[in-house]
């Protein structure tokens, strides 16, 4: 850009740089879809709270790049269109400077060949005229921390009044919001609670953000995202039958044939396929909420918690404190969750047929893919037993949780957060008060030296 000769020409370089905003992308390699994420920020501000947004999401088509096992060629390939959309939204003079990144979550932790797939991924990002900062798997952990950070961020919870800073024992780590991330392959908790301290290590997060304590709470349940939860349920109610199911988690007369060995395909199910004398399940819906709601109970293993308090399979769950957003794919809605009992019943008294149900349904949500739709019973009981029997959301509970799609103009997941933390973003001590912007000190900076050359 011609901004190296002269102190002069620095300057004004220095100058138009910061009233350019800035950019950031960030790749969500979902195990269901890839999400591809613009962020962008006034670089004079950049270590304030709340003012990096989302300006673009592309959603790749597709697979997720889990998918992809077989061909991992096809994993970079299918990024491609996205990472064009990119280079539209970014101006071109900032593309080298624009850092992307890819994380991918919970599909990726279950499959043994995954460097395979994210060298593929990387070829893709690294011929983009992007600033490649990585493409990587990131632990479950990682994933309800910025999950946590970008809520928090995006509510502005991380601003403090200026007179509280003189009173440090006043600061209390209250006034966050807890984050629940309904994945695929795996969901998320995380939260500041009251009790402590928190008594498995592995749950425990400690942060220091614009000068502020938090110990934070958080676990990742991989196989417990929607797609593996639907697995583990097959697989348990597999056992006690003869290859024909009737199913009360999907629509009445709904029909699907599925190979026993496409269940028995990841760590999820462990074991059970080879004792198994039939080689495909025959699953027909028989819509009931009630018996939809016990057969996935059971995939909820209460027996035993070595803490003094636990969710479900043994892993420690603190008792839950203060708000919490729900950050579901944007596509689901609320109406989903809260409809699940009559999207189960419904229409039982009908003959229902497939395709009688799947009209009825469809009319009420025209935009929502069959392939979810099919599912939509399963998915509202599950969300509901997740919170309720999983983590123990009462009645009263219920009323601090918030469906959360975006907020403002950026989306609820870990993508933000990520990108925060990756590019110092979030500073550990409150930025100090500047007397002047930056822009007005280059400003007098430029005065004064070309008043020298003068
Ligand atoms: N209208 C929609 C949109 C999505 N889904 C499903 O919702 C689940 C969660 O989607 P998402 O949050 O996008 O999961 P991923 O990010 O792909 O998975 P993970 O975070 O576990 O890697 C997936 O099973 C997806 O198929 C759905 O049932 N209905
Ligand atoms: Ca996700």
Known sequence: ????????????????????????????????????????????????????H?????????????????????????????????????????????????GATAGMRLLSIADRVLSAVEKTLRSSPFNFQGARVISGQEEGAYGWITINYLLGNFKQPGWLNFLPHLRSSRGTSGALDLGGASTQITFVPDQEPIESQENSLHFRLYGKNYKVYTHSFLCYGKDQALRLKLASDLQASNGSLLDPCFHPGYLRIM??????????????????PFTQLHLQGNGDYQRCRMTIQKIFNTSHCPYSSCSF???????LQGEFGVSLDARYTWREVSGASQACDNHVEQQASKVFVLLQVKAEFPKIKEKYLSEYCFSGTYILSLLENGYGFTMEKWQS????????????????????????????????????SHASYYFLLVLSSSSLSL
């Open 54 to 102: 989302q300006v673009e999401v592309c959603k790749v088509e597709g697979l997720g790049i889990s998918g992809y096992s077989q061909d991992t060629e096809k994993a970079g390939l299918s990024l491609q269109r996205c990472m064009k959309r990119a280079q539209e939204v970014v101006p071109e003079h900032q593309h080298r400077e624009t850092p992307v990144y890819l």
């Open 313 to 319: 399979n043994g892993i420690f769950l603190p008792p």
């Open 259 to 276: 190979n026993i060995s496409d269940l028995y395909t990841n760590p999820c199910i462990a074991n059970g396929e080879q004792q198994l």
């Open 1 to 52: 850009m011609g901004c190296t000769r002269g102190l002069l020409t620095r300057c004004l370089c220095g100058i138009t740089g910061l009233f350019y905003p800035q950019y950031g992308i960030v790749l969500d390699a979902g195990s269901s879809h890839t999400n591809l994420y613009v962020y962008e920020w006034p670089a004079e501000k950049e270590n304030d709270t709340g003012v990096v």
């Open 401 to 436: 949780i918030q469906f959360l799609g975006k907020i403002g103009s950026s989306d609820a997941g870990w993508t933000l957060g990520y990108m925060l933390n990756l590019t110092n973003m979030i500073p550990a001590e409150k930025p100090p008060t500047r007397p002047l």
